[in-house]
């Protein structure tokens, strides 16, 4: 188990976090449980912040990894801001005590209805298409300030799925009408304050965001309006035994180095902001499910757990490698099984993993399953989604309920037949 995962440690045989057992944690609130730990988050936003120590960063969390208000709560007390994708995530991050101004704004293909609620509502609005932005200056004109969201189009990220920033994706408005853009901004009086990219996710190369940095310098350098640019996010952190997690101190030192040169070059010290989701969240989080069934067939020996792709999609939706560890049974000799779930669908977690014996009631931990597990949790087969624990201070608190039956018919409106 060579993956230093930063939120669980082995002592005693047992798994635990601040101390937490996790066994004990899993009989107190049942399973599948959602349980995240409060200090790697805190672990992971500090690393951030301390690798740009002489620029003037701030980090907005990408609320989309992970949703709960808690945890939202959470990363407001040590400091960050909030990136919201939808009005509701802007709702639940002002019920989370974000104040408006620390709420950026970036939705792709809204209605201008909507873009006008959050101006209303006080949140700084990242625009990403000029039919938006010409709505936009002809209702605001400069009274209202806003971010502009460039598609640079640089090729970056894990796969083509989580790839925003190339030619083929709809995300920001294209480097190449620059001209078209800046004719708009002008022409209705457009108070643009920062420029922002997001280009993919699991990026581990400065160089991505260093060019991407080159692009937005010269189109900021062409406002005398920029108070910050935003980078947008995508560190990569380690999923597999072979990855490694990009190394954010080199990152630091590489985008500060040329951050600053822009500022004196712009004639004013702006502020650098980065959105991360991922990084922030990740390893924080693991997903217990417990064995129902170890099933022996002619080609592997399955081992089915009370959970599936409706609690945590990513591994049949991006391929994505999840560590997986029986934590009933640490020191058992290693077997190789298949970890599936219940839904009526090929529903795999992991191929061909080895794992310390697994019988029939055991927990398994399923990793990294902070970020874009929950947030992208279905009731598919009519499944109740997990609850989830916060374990803060040294100790288990629930952060959300397990769904009942209520939950799965609550606006079902049931006919008269
Ligand atoms: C999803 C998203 C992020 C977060 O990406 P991670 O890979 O989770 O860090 C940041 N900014 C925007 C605009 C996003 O859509």
Excluded at 377 to 397: C, D, Q
């Amino acid at each position: 188990m060579p993956i230093n995962f930063i939120s669980m440690e082995l002592k005693n045989k047992r798994f635990s976090m601040q101390g937490v057992d996790l066994l004990t944690v899993a009989k107190e609130f049942g399973t599948p449980l959602y349980v995240y730990d409060a200090e790697s988050i805190k672990l992971q936003f500090d690393k951030l912040i301390n690798a740009f120590p002489k620029t003037k960063i701030k980090l907005k969390y990408a609320a989309k990894a992970l949703t709960n208000i808690s945890i939202l709560k959470y990363l407001r007390s040590i400091g960050a801001g909030l990136d919201a994708v939808s009005i509701q995530e802007v709702e639940l991050g002002m019920m989370a005590g974000f104040k408006a101004e620390e709420i950026m704004y970036t939705p792709n293909g809204v209605s201008f209805e909507e873009i006008v609620e959050g101006v209303d509502k006080g949140v700084m609005l990242n625009i990403d298409n000029i039919s938006i932005l010409e709505q936009f200056g002809n209702k605001y004109q400069d009274s209202v300030p806003v971010c502009i969201r460039i598609n640079p189009h640089l090729m970056a990220g894990g796969n083509h799925k989580i790839s925003t920033g190339h030619i083929d994706s709809k995300f920001g408005i294209s480097i190449l009408q620059t001209r078209h853009l800046l004719r708009v901004i002008k022409t209705y009086n457009i108070n643009v304050v920062g420029v922002h990219m997001h280009t993919g996710s699991d990026i581990l190369d400065a160089a991505v965001f260093l060019n991407g940095a080159d692009l937005l310098f010269d189109v900021a350098k062409q406002l005398k309006t920029i108070e910050f640019i935003d980078f947008g996010s995508g560190f990569k952190v380690p999923y597999h035994e072979s990855d490694v997690e990009v190394d954010v101190a080199d990152l630091g030192g590489k985008i500060s180095k040329a951050f600053n040169d822009f500022c004196k070059e712009y004639g004013r010290e702006l502020q650098l902001w980065f959105e991360p989701g991922k990084y922030l969240v990740s390893e924080s989080g693991v997903l217990l499910a417990k064995t129902n069934v170890v099933k022996t067939t002619p080609a592997t020996v399955f081992a089915g757990v009370d959970s599936g792709l409706n609690h945590l999609i990513r591994p049949m939706m991006y391929d994505a490698y999840h560590d997986i560890i029986n934590i009933s049974n640490t020191e058992g000799t290693e077997r190789v099984y298949t970890i599936v779930g219940y839904i009526c669908e090929t529903d795999t977690f992991g191929w061909d993993r080895k794992l310390n014996e697994i019988s029939e009631g055991d927990i398994l931990a399923i990793k990294n399953a902070g970020a874009y597990g929950y947030s992208m949790s279905s009731n598919y087969n009519s499944r109740f989604r997990p609850a989830e624990v916060l374990i803060i201070n040294g100790e288990a608190k629930l952060i959300r309920k397990r769904e009942t039956m209520e939950d799965l018919t609550r606006n079902q409106v049931v006919l008269d037949i």
